[in-house]
Nanobody, 124 residues
Framework: QVQLVESGGGLVEAGGSLRLSCAAS????????MGWFRQAPGKEREFVAA????????YYADSVKGRFTISRDNAKNTVYLQMNSLKAEDTAVYYC?????????????????WGQGTQVTVSS
């Protein structure tokens, strides 16, 4: 059983930056592809970014491409999401997720474990 704990959310002005972290425990971190998703009020949870087990591949939603960067440190069992040039529409609860195996997907239903989420609010 993998436990995921996000941190780093908060309130930031439009154009600012935040870095989210997700600490994993209870499993062999390098066996999991990792993803970040977000959910705004009244909307479905949506894919933001994903990284493969050894960071050889990364994937991004079109809405964040060029502004967000996903990375991982397998020695620290942690995945990061660096968010730059934030916009009001990036406001959401951000969730870290883990998926067993080599394949990396953008589908919510493919991920096995989820964190509790961290709130990101961007003021315009």
């Amino acid at each position: 059983q993998v436990q995921l704990v996000e941190s780093g959310g908060g309130l930031v002005e439009a154009g600012g930056s935040l870095r989210l972290s997700c600490a994993a425990s209870g499993g062999t971190f390098s066996r999991y592809g990792m993803g970040w998703f977000r959910q705004a009020p009244g909307k479905e949870r949506e894919f933001v970014a994903a990284v493969s087990r050894f960071a050889e591949s990364t994937y991004y939603a079109d809405s964040v491409k060029g502004r967000f960067t996903i990375s991982r440190d397998n020695a620290k069992n942690t995945v990061y999401l660096q968010m730059n040039s934030l916009k009001a529409e990036d406001t959401a609860v951000y969730y870290c997720s883990a998926r067993w195996g080599a394949a990396v997907t953008v589908r919510t239903q493919d991920y096995n474990y989820w964190g509790q989420g961290t709130q990101v609010t961007v003021s315009s």
